[in-house]
């Protein structure tokens, strides 16, 4: 079934009322609501990043599962949630302005999230959570306290987040607890942190790990801004970072392939001392950064450090990476 819905028509209903297997296709112009997909196989899709807008309108649908670990006032524009929910597409769109996140997934077999803009959501932009294959394609995520686009606490699947631009976020892309992740090909500039991924233990939250990721041909420069530095401000639930290109702690078997990782300079304090850092987790629950390949690589022209790897290098595998400066500086696998 095919459904379009004109600004002023109520989303919501038309999706209620096609159930399963629904396209809705959203006019061009500005459409004031916030949207529950609760059947399998619907596709919302838009005219065009810029060209449908979603952004608040006058509450929330009824009773629809609230942001995980928000406050139950905080709106989403897009909750893609309910039992047995599979095949959900949300394109060709712009979500802009809730206070929750853009878009928002849990639970779900088979997402994807396909050149939508997410632009100044509160929390997240796109955020897909416990859930399996998902997509993140083409988007763009700008000014989330926390993340732009992230994975959290999804199970080893077939993941892919690809050719995404995020920017003024505190985390460009968020790898949280989640594994089988391919992270391709994305843009990540004017954030805190270009990438991150992270294994650490949160108490009531289920079992984690990033294992058998690939992380390739990345392009991460310019990643600035200061997160984590006030109880109210970008990253606030986090530790302080600046400056940050890429970060794997606590990882298992992550290969990172011929990424840019460039001209990253902190504007505050950071825990992390490098444009591209390996570390433990062992302090939040996790474990030591284990089998990382990193090849091909270039980091140049970051401060303090071009790269800090707080690892045991003998489970490592490097080669072919060049760097202006390092610790240690006499890493195997990386010269100038």
């Known amino acids: 079934m095919r459904r379009s819905v004109r600004p002023g028509e109520s989303i ?28 399998s196989g619907v596709t ?17 649908p009824p009773d629809v599962p609230r942001l995980h670990d928000a406050a139950a006032d905080v709106v989403s524009g897009v909750t893609v949630y309910g039992q047995d929910v599979a095949g ?26 396909h050149q939508v803009e997410a632009e100044d959501n509160a929390v997240w932009g796109v955020y897909l959570r416990e859930s399996t294959t998902c997509r993140v394609t083409g988007c763009r995520a700008s000014g989330s306290q926390y993340a732009g686009a992230a994975l959290s606490f999804c199970p080893l699947s077939d993941h892919e987040i690809a050719g995404n631009e995020t920017r003024a976020n505190a985390f460009g892309l968020f790898v949280d607890n989640s594994s089988g992740a391919r992270v391709l090909n994305n843009t990540c500039h004017g954030n805190a942190i270009g990438i991150l991924m992270i294994n650490q233990v949160y108490e009531g939250e289920p079992p984690g790990g990033v294992t058998d990721c690939l992380v390739a041909g990345n392009e991460l420069h310019g990643n600035g801004l200061a997160a ?9 639930a986090g530790p302080p970072i ?19 990782i460039h001209d990253n300079h902190p504007s505050g304090e950071s ?12 302090d939040w ?18 401060t303090p450090l071009d790269y800090q790897l707080g690892a045991d290098l003998a489970r490592q595998t490097f080669a072919a990476n060049t760097a202006d400066k390092g610790d240690p500086p006499d890493a195997p696998g990386w010269r100038r």
């Open 12 to 39: 919501q209903r038309v999706l209620d009322e096609s159930g399963p297997g629904a396209r809705i296709e959203l006019a061009e112009g500005v459409h004031a609501e916030s949207v529950w997909i609760r059947h």
């Open 44 to 60: 919302l899709a838009g005219a065009g990043p810029g060209r449908t807008v979603l952004v608040p309108g006058d509450g929330a």
């Open 88 to 113: 959900v597409r949300v394109e060709a769109l712009t979500v802009r302005g809730f206070s929750g996140a853009g878009v928002y997934a849990h639970s779900v077999t088979g997402v994807t999230v």
């Open 228 to 236: 984590g530095a006030g109880p109210d401000g970008l990253g606030a």
């Open 242 to 260: 600046s400056g940050v290109g890429l970060a794997l702690i606590g990882t298992h078997r992550v290969s990172v392939v011929g990424n840019h």
């Open 271 to 282: 825990v992390m001392g490098a444009a591209f850092v390996l570390g433990s987790s062992r």
């Open 285 to 302: 629950g996790g474990d030591d950064v284990l089998d990382t390949h990193v090849l091909w690589n270039r980091v140049h022209g970051n």
